[in-house]
């Protein structure tokens, strides 16, 4: 059943049209598959298509002619730098705010360094040009916000300003590109937290991608952390935690 779906999900994704789901014509992700098949072959644009559909035939479920994101999903990908990963994310991204996501999270590596220059790839090959999206963490990562500090109330009005008005439009979607930081985790979780009491999430889960899932992310401290009875945590995975069980999630990690 899996392996259908993901096909009718793959036919969909290329014709923009299915004879159950006439809301969703995933326009990005075409726009996304044409720009790679024209600069490195129709092969590995076939590749990012079966890798999205199949990605996404185990996030989503086809109800009443609509697709419906499972919070529930917590799914791996396995693969070497050579064979794509950020390409796979990007398709995954794309595909999912076509079947209605409207936040994105995107937990990528350690330092400013290695954010940036996933900032900078999603911003060449998909956030450039399409005013549907839009990236708050183009300039750089979220800031902790600090009541009463005049800098960080003016840059947080803004910040959430931008993202209210962005959300607010038809279609559009919020793409969060952060590093994995205790200060940058908290300051994510405080823009999720606005929005939701803006009701601007969305009816999908949220989308939380985690490049490099088994670096960083993982529990040092102990086996179990669940935030309730086991409280003993490393940071960076206790602020991971929270995001994932404080809002509706589907998670995906990439390794």
């Known amino acids: 059943e899996h392996t259908k779906f993901a096909n009718r999900l793959a036919s969909h994704m290329m014709t923009g049209h299915s004879p159950s789901n006439t809301d969703t014509d995933f326009l990005t992700f075409r726009n996304l598959f044409d720009r790679l098949r024209a600069k490195h ?8 298509l079966q890798s999205t559909s199949k ?18 999903v917590n799914g791996v990908a396995f693969g070497s730098i050579q064979s794509g990963k950020s390409t796979s994310m990007t398709g995954l991204t794309s595909a999912y705010v076509d079947a209605g996501g409207k936040v994105v999270v995107l937990l990528a590596g350690l330092t400013d360094d290695l954010r940036n220059q996933t900032q900078s790839r999603f911003e060449k090959d998909l956030l450039h040009d399409n005013p549907r999206l839009f990236s708050p963490t183009t300039i750089s990562d979220l800031s902790t916000y600090r009541p009463g500090n005049d800098k960080s109330e003016n840059l947080w009005y803004q910040t959430r300003a931008n993202c209210l008005r962005h959300l607010r439009g038809e279609g559009n979607a919020l793409v969060i590109i952060t590093k994995k930081n205790k200060d940058t985790l908290a300051a994510t979780h405080t823009l999720l937290d606005y929005l939701k009491q803006h009701h601007l999430l969305g009816d999908q889960p949220i989308l939380v991608m985690d490049d490099e899932c088994d670096y960083a992310s993982l529990n040092t ?3 179990l952390f669940d935030g309730i009875t086991n409280l003993n945590a490393s940071r960076i995975h206790e602020l991971t935690v929270g995001i994932r069980t404080g809002f509706p999630v589907v998670f995906w990690g990439f390794t």
């Open 221 to 223: 401290r102990s086996e």
């Open 41 to 48: 072959g129709q092969d590995s644009a076939e590749e990012l």
């Open 55 to 72: 990605m996404l035939a185990s996030t989503l479920e086809e109800i009443d002619g609509r697709y419906i994101a499972n919070p529930s």
